[in-house]
């Protein structure tokens, strides 16, 4: 059996991170992209070889040699089109935030779970080899039991690391559900639920405080994590251009590991010495997480990132903005 694949938005992100991956993957082939702008659209499927490609999402899905979908859109759109997916029977693979709100979010999972359909969210992060050491390293005790974990986000308001887009819809909060907080704190939550477990307690603030657009630009929140692990998080989007930071940092009794989330190194500090490990990443980095995403829908491996475990990110994120 083979994954065929139809993509929504077919956007940079499609272009730079994971759309031709989708054909580099075994049982896996991209049989149509979507965009509404039809130019675009056409364009995107001669230049990576697309068979097909349609400015409609309804006739991408009812395509009956499509049997997965990718949801690349702004999150306004996801539930959307996750929720025609999953009525015609089809395996989604949605990208973060899951959508802009957490009610949303159990929508999309509700609608799977019923109908019998696979529901996979975008967190690559997981699958990325640095992200797999650092994960090891905290498995086998390097630095011992760990004691707190610190994340630090700081960016000018347009920062270079986001994805170029026509608009900049990210900090659109009718789009986006919120601002660039919005954007990159999923993932960056996620890899905390997914090194550590399900959070037992989180409070945070957010603020505008540059007031350059409608959403939040700065965020903090606490956690208590399983065995007692200390989260402290901050995410500032107004600081001076080149004073920008993206450290995760996690203490244990016996040394620390600390990484840049944009980067492809982890330092690890333990008995007065400093060891550097360096990770080669794929050119299109969401082709490790496809891969498991392939092995998922064929049955033969568990699903890479449960719909569930992006709610709890959601939930997170809806406390951190809302909570004070």
């Known amino acids: 059996m083979t994954i065929s694949w139809g993509i929504i938005g077919c956007g940079d992100v499609n272009e730079t991170k994971s759309g031709p991956a989708f054909g580099n993957v075994s049982n896996s082939k991209l049989i149509g992209v979507m965009r509404r702008n039809s130019a675009k659209a056409k364009d995107f499927s001669e230049r990576h070889n697309v068979p097909c490609w ?24 996801h539930e959307e089109y996750a ?13 973060k935030p899951m959508s802009t709100t957490l009610a949303a979010c159990e929508r999309m999972a509700a609608a799977a779970a019923t109908k019998g359909v696979k529901l996979v969210v975008a967190h690559y992060r997981r699958q990325l080899p640095m992200y797999l050491g650092v994960k090891k390293m905290l498995e086998e005790g390097v630095i011992g039991a760990v004691r707190y ?19 900049y819809w990210r900090v659109d909060p009718s789009l986006a559900g919120g601002g660039l907080f919005y954007d990159l704190a999923p993932h960056q939550l996620d890899l905390v639920y997914h090194f550590f477990g399900k959070p037992q307690q989180y409070y945070g603030f957010a603020r505008n405080q540059a007031c350059e657009y409608a959403a939040e630009d700065i965020v903090t929140g606490v956690m208590l994590l399983e065995n007692n ?40 500090y333990k008995d007065g010495k400093e060891q ?37 990110s959601m939930k997170i994120m809806e406390s951190f903005v809302y909570g004070g």
């Open 54 to 77: 349609y400015d409609n999402a309804d006739d991408l899905i009812a395509n009956p040699d499509i049997n997965a979908i990718y949801i690349a859109t702004p999150p306004k759109y």
């Open 83 to 95: 929720l025609q997916a999953i009525a015609a029977g089809k395996n989604v693979y949605v990208e």
């Open 149 to 167: 974990v610190r994340l630090t986000i700081l960016q000018p308001i347009k920062p270079t690391l986001i994805a170029n887009s026509e608009t």
């Open 229 to 268: 692990v200390f989260f402290n998080g901050i995410w500032c989007f107004s600081v001076a251009e080149g004073l920008q930071n993206d450290l995760f940092e996690i203490e244990g009794a016996k040394g620390r590991i600390s990484f840049h989330l944009y980067g492809h190194e982890a330092t690890v």
């Open 276 to 312: 550097i490990l360096t990770y080669q990443h794929p050119k299109f980095v969401q082709q490790p997480m496809i891969e498991q995403v392939v092995q998922y829908f064929l049955g033969k491996a568990d699903n890479p990132c449960p719909a569930q475990d992006a709610i709890e």
